[in-house]
């Protein structure tokens, strides 16, 4: 998102920024602990899984280079807490800039704010495109579909990913997802190690994946771009 603003108005908000390096599994923020820094990934992916008060989790926060984690939080103004617990998915490197900085420049640029609103207007059109996904898509089918998200977001072919946490962000048991993953296996698609997946033929991945993955091409046009389409 950073590269889509132009330099002076980049330059301000990177002005009080520090650099992260997270490593995959890492935790960047915890479900319900106060909101300080919005995060501009400029490579890799973060998740945040939402753990309900029933028990049961799902994810619903995608966020990599095309986006910024917590810029829509700040533009809501009345947000203070985290709604989920964000975890490193794919390695990343990301600028935390101090929320109260970034809510400033945002309120005097109106470059920023179109920035956060195309970003904003994209997230909801991945979430409206896949919401029917956990009622209807089959486990095999979501756990291909997740595989070609981590892969898109700079896994690669072979990933550290266990079990537990696909299931973790995809809300089923874990035993679901070895049994699904055992599949993909069998289809010759993935072959499976210690908490490593390798993709073996990513066209049968993509065949196997629900149609959800018709959005991670236009995620992944953003996301090689390294930002969202300009005002201009
Ligand atoms: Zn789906």
């Known amino acids: 998102m950073l590269a889509s603003l132009p330099d002076n108005v980049r330059q301000r908000i990177t002005d009080a920024a520090i650099l992260l390096e997270l490593d995959q599994g890492e935790v960047l923020q915890r479900q319900g602990t106060p909101l300080s820094h919005v995060y501009f990934p400029t490579r890799g ?12 989790q799902f994810a619903y926060l995608r966020r990599g280079r095309e986006g910024a984690i917590y810029s829509i939080a700040a533009a809501r103004l009345d947000d203070s807490v985290a709604d989920c617990t ?25 470059e920023v704010t179109h920035a956060v609103l195309m970003h904003a207007a994209y997230s909801i059109k ?7 996904c956990p009622a209807h898509h089959p486990i095999q089918a979501r756990t291909a579909y997740w595989l070609l998200v981590l892969s898109a977001y700079g896994a690669g072919r072979v990933m550290r990913v266990t079990h537990g946490r696909i299931a973790e962000v995809l809300g089923v048991r874990r035993q679901s997802i070895s049994e699904a993953l055992g599949e993909l296996q069998d289809q010759d698609a993935i072959s499976l190690g210690r908490e490593r997946i390798v993709i073996r033929d990513l066209t ?5 994946a629900c149609e959800c993955r018709a959005q991670i091409e236009e995620v992944v046009r953003l996301h090689r771009a390294g930002h969202l389409p300009s005002a201009a």
């Open 126 to 132: 991945w979430l409206e495109r896949t919401l029917n």
């Open 86 to 110: 964000l975890v490193v998915d794919v390695a990343a490197t990301m600028l935390a800039v101090p929320m109260s900085h970034f809510r400033r420049v945002m309120r005097e640029s109106p």
């Open 45 to 56: 992916l973060v998740t945040g899984v939402l753990s309900a008060v029933d028990g049961t």
């Open 204 to 208: 049968s991945l993509r065949r196997h």
